[in-house]
């Protein structure tokens, strides 16, 4: 019963809320500068049979850098104890309207998992329409979960190099201006600023309306081609640590693009290594 979208609407989760192939996660994320607690959050409120999806815990903890993603195994034996795997289709949402929860949608198919979508709008649309919330903990059953690591969604430090001389896939950095051009500092000491040779500054707060929905294909079509950017081409999208590249991720599939794919360890690995190669 998946959608064509990547997108589900808050209408459509609310009709299907008990079906019993659909399993729904609150993958709620956020920077610590913002002094929110996703997992507080979560606890106190949430769409009813939601399990939280938790970014950081998915993690591969032996990375220098945050959040990469975790080994199969790992990542697997998380699912199962969620009661998220085989055979669900799993509706991913956060607390910001469209942020991290496109993170767990690009996580979920990396690891080969087709059947997951994304709730347009997250937890604030589904609050502002009144919908029914709960605070209680579910306790799922274990569900088996078969990763199928799907290698052509993720890009290395080794390949966005490479890429820089071959050009054979268009990079798209999804950081603020300030910081691509650095003219704002990083967040993470240590880290330099500038960008990738070659890549396309495209914020990722253009591609969100102000009620935390994504914005028209029409509009986000127009957004990628002032960059010189085409969805029919080869495409990898960057940022700080991989959280909102993945909504880059999500805004061209909405617009149909099939070739495109994620570098995990972007600005966090690329920005503090010494033989990564930089401009301003």
Same mark, same amino acid.
């Given at each position: ?7 589900? +609407? ?11 192939? %659909? ?15 996703? =997992? ?8 009813? $049979?939601? %399990? ?15 959040? /990469?993603?975790?080994? !199969?195994?790992?990542?697997?034996? $998380? /699912?199962?104890?969620? &009661? ?6 799993? %509706? %991913?949402?956060? *607390? !910001?309207?469209?942020? +991290? ?5 690009? /996580?979920? $198919? ?10 347009? &709008? &997250? ?12 605070? /209680? ?38 950081? @603020? !201006? ?11 000491? &240590? ?20 009620? *935390?929905?994504? =914005? ?9 081609? =002032? $960059? ?27 617009? @149909? ?13 690329? *920005? ?9």
């Amino acid at each position: 019963m998946k959608p064509d979208s990547p997108l589900v +609407s808050t209408e459509w989760l609310a009709e299907h809320l008990n079906a019993p192939d %659909v399993r729904i996660a609150d993958a709620s994320w956020y920077l610590p500068q913002t002094g929110r607690n996703a =997992k507080q959050e979560y606890e106190s409120a949430h769409i009813p $049979r939601a %399990v939280f999806f938790d970014i950081d815990d998915l993690s591969d903890e032996k990375s220098p850098y945050p959040h /990469m993603l975790a080994p !199969a195994p790992k990542f697997a034996s $998380r /699912m199962r104890k969620l &009661g998220l795997g085989d055979g669900n289709l799993i %509706v %991913v949402y956060d *607390g !910001a309207g469209i942020y +991290s929860s496109a993170r767990a949608w690009w /996580m979920l $198919r990396a690891m080969g998992h087709e059947d997951v979508v994304v709730l347009d &709008g &997250g937890f604030p649309k589904w609050k502002a329409e009144h919908r029914i919330i709960e605070d /209680m903990t579910p306790a799922p059953y274990p569900r088996h979960f078969t990763p199928r690591p799907n290698n052509a969604l993720l890009r290395t430090f080794d390949q966005v190099k490479a890429n820089i001389a071959s050009k054979a896939e268009q990079v798209v950095d999804a950081r @603020g !201006a300030g910081r691509f051009s650095a003219k704002e500092p990083e967040p993470r000491p &240590g880290t330099k600023g500038g960008h990738i040779p070659g890549s396309a500054n495209t914020p990722y707060t253009e591609f969100t309306n102000q009620n *935390g929905t994504l =914005k028209s294909a029409g509009e986000l079509a127009q957004i990628f081609a =002032k $960059r010189g950017i085409d969805p029919a081409k080869s495409i990898v999208t960057t940022c700080g640590s991989g959280v909102t590249a993945s909504i880059a991720l999500l805004a061209l599939a909405v617009l @149909g693009a099939k070739k495109t794919a994620l570098y995990d360890g972007s600005w966090s690995e690329w *920005g503090t290594r010494a033989d990564a190669p930089i401009e301003t």
